[in-house]
């Protein structure tokens, strides 16, 4: 073990592992400083040898600090054969120092999962590593024949692309999907992969059901209510730069310093900062973003020096150390300091605007199609900040604006009126929007999930409390205000009066999303429970425990039920379910007639309510922005709105059949339903 055999151990060529002077690694695990810790030391006796105790954790004693020990005639049944003076001499004499877990900012002696001190980053460059620690997984699947895998943080590695070629060897022709977040206008990297677990495409979906010609409104709305205007993203990655991740960032420019004499420590800070995308990939041949070239350009004084650079560990270092940046400064600092619609506060998204649209939409699936048409397209993961029915309800705001702005200021008046504490705005407008995507009537729990939601938003803004600092007293102040308006007549009968018609318009777009999920090219991905319509919050309210045997009842009777039946239980989830069932066998029976991408645009009075398009021999049609619908989105509603189709077909979502000769009306399409999936026959 490395603990206990220190720099000897063969293991240690395993970890990311940064040894101090003394020889030592710094693990800053303890609950408490170092000096109140130590009065919990314990030494107890596990697997045959002497372990040093802390609560629940133990760590090896190497061989010195067992012969002193011995000396001292420490027995198996009493500490106190160990004077506190022998205790503080062996905790001396190992190969690790322990420390505060709140110091590993400062000094940590080794690489982790962003900021998760339990979680040591592997040396997956190293190619014994690489078979050492993936035995298992090789052995496992050969033995299930299993599809594929899912390469989750492939950022994190010091040389994505050479590991992923590894894999590929090794796996052949089977599935390898990469956790990568690609930013806008950003495209995968030439990686021996069938495509990205799919945030690129939650946000190209997601961008359909946002009205951007309101925009503008929603983002004033939001900065009158909070008093501050667009927060800066680098705001947020200088916070957890300069506590999360100081001591990781002095490391790389100690290390730099080595490199190019005279190296300013702020320059380098700046560089990582300005950067948007999560990573760049010169250590491995790939670019920079062209400020970033030119950044580093300045830093080393020359265009020269960047190139001289390209292949040295400080640039995989420099570029290990961005998506954690990003990961924790931008999605979980930025996103809770400035969410005009926290449905665009999500992983591969950017709050400070409503998307690319369906311009956006069309050619990103023209892209996936040409260049890798078995991506992955998801909707909701383990580590969405909202499941995908959420953000479809608070899109809707987007096109109500104006009801939007009443309701808040009137429950503003109310909650004011309910609790004496000052509640940061943006804490209060994210509560608001919170509410709304997850109420479905309440229920055992639900107070403290929407709770437990508050907490951690307000600690990951960092604007009045945070994981590091907390701030006791205002977090007893945030749930008072949760619970006062939760118990409050006046406050639930006039939030309620305004969710019926969001949920109503929202259920709608859960099902649109869900049928241009499955029909969008790539491998659909639904997240466990989200069949049926699913109202979670951040994690871990995205990792309960799903009821399967009430979905597998439900699911029974929807089917049972039929179309028209279900489509009344709409907000309840039932016309959802009934087409992930629809879709789920089309997927199976019928997925290679889905060739080619071509967009239709529809024409009429709501022709911007419409998102369409032709793959092969199937036509895929799916109404948005409901509330702009002048009655229910189906039959005459659609006026004169029509789409460019021509021949006979089965609609798989009606299982009627249609004929059309150069036009489709709407109104033949969304007779009985707002989507359809046009087969040709």
């Not at 977040?181 to 961008?207: C, H, K, M």
Request: aromatic content about 12%; charged content about 25%.
């Amino acid at each position: 073990m490395v603990l206990e055999k220190g720099r000897g151990s063969r293991y240690a060529r395993l970890f990311d592992l940064r040894w101090g002077d003394d020889g030592k690694i710094v693990v800053p695990v303890l609950g408490e400083p170092p000096g109140e810790a130590r009065k919990k030391f314990r030494v107890s006796r596990m697997h045959g040898k002497p372990w040093l105790s802390y609560g629940q954790l133990a760590f090896p004693l190497n061989a010195r600090a067992r012969r002193m020990l011995d000396a001292a005639g420490w027995t198996r049944s009493s500490r106190d054969d160990v004077s506190t003076e022998v205790l503080d001499e062996i905790v001396g004499a190992q190969w690790y120092t322990l420390t505060y877990w709140k110091d590993a900012a400062k000094k940590i002696g080794y690489r982790r999962f962003f900021d998760v001190n339990g979680l040591i980053a592997l040396r997956q460059e190293d190619p014994w590593v690489f078979q050492v620690t993936h035995r298992t997984l090789f052995r496992v699947i050969d033995a299930y024949d299993m599809d594929g895998v899912r390469v989750d943080h492939v950022d994190g590695l010091l040389r994505p692309g050479e590991y992923l070629g590894r894999l590929r060897e090794r796996l052949g022709e089977r599935y390898i999907f990469v956790e990568k977040i690609l930013a806008r206008g950003e495209r995968l990297p030439a990686w021996p992969v069938q495509g990205t677990t799919g945030y690129d495409f939650l946000q190209r979906l997601n961008s359909v059901f946002v009205d951007s010609e309101n925009w503008g409104r929603i983002r004033r709305i939001y900065e009158e209510f909070t008093g501050g205007g667009v927060a800066d993203p680098e705001q947020g990655k200088n916070v957890v730069l300069n506590t999360l991740f100081r001591g990781d960032f002095e490391g790389i420019v100690s290390q730099l310093s080595q490199l190019a004499a005279g190296v300013d420590a702020d320059a380098v800070k700046r560089l990582v900062l300005r950067a948007r995308c999560y990573r760049t990939y010169l250590s491995e041949g790939g670019l920079f973003e062209s400020h970033s070239v030119r950044e580093l350009a300045e830093l080393l004084g020359s265009a020269e020096g960047v190139l001289e650079l390209a292949g040295t560990d400080f640039i995989g270092k420099l570029e290990q150390l961005m998506p954690a940046l990003m990961g924790k400064g931008f999605e979980d600092t930025f996103f809770f300091r400035y969410s005009p619609l926290i449905s665009l506060c999500e992983v591969g998204c950017d709050p400070r605007g409503a998307g690319d649209g369906l311009a956006g939409f069309h050619l990103g699936n023209i892209l996936a199609e040409a260049t890798h048409p078995q991506t992955m397209v998801a909707t909701t993961t383990h580590d969405t900040k909202l499941s995908e029915d959420v953000r479809a309800r608070v899109n809707v705001l987007s096109e109500i604006p104006e009801f939007w702005r009443r309701a808040l200021l009137s429950w503003h008046r109310i909650s004011r009126r309910l609790v004496d504490a000052e509640i940061h705005p943006v804490d209060e407008y994210r509560f608001y929007q919170a509410l709304l995507g997850a109420w479905n009537g309440g229920g055992a729990g639900f107070g403290e999930r929407i709770n437990a939601y508050m907490l951690k938003t307000a600690k990951e803004s960092k604007l009045r409390t945070s994981w590091l600092r907390p701030n006791e007293s205002y977090e007893k102040s945030l749930h008072r205000f949760v619970d006062a308006c939760l118990n409050s007549g006046e406050f639930m009968d006039s939030f309620t009066g305004f969710w019926t018609g969001v949920a109503k318009h929202g259920a709608y777009n859960s099902v649109s999303q869900t049928v241009l999920k499955f029909t969008s090219p790539g491998v659909p991905d639904t997240y466990w429970g989200n069949e049926a319509q699913t109202y979670l919050l951040v994690d871990p309210d995205n990792r309960r425990r799903v009821d399967f045997d009430l979905l597998d009842r439900s699911l029974d009777r929807v089917c049972e039920a039929g179309l028209d039946k279900v489509t009344a239980g709409l907000v309840s989830g039932d016309l959802k379910l009934y087409l992930s069932k629809k879709m789920f066998e089309f997927r199976r029976l019928g997925q290679e007639k889905l060739r080619g991408y071509t967009p239709l645009y529809a024409r009429g009075r709501y022709a911007r309510n419409v998102v369409a398009y032709r793959r092969g021999g199937v036509v895929v049609a799916a109404a948005r922005f409901y509330a702009s619908l002048p009655g229910e989105p189906i039959g005459q509603t659609w006026y004169d709105t029509r789409i460019r189709v021509n021949g006979k077909f089965r609609d798989i979502v009606s299982g009627e059949s249609l004929e059309f000769r150069g036009d489709a009306p709407l109104s033949s399409v969304f007779e009985h339903s707002p989507v359809a999936i046009l087969v040709a026959d």
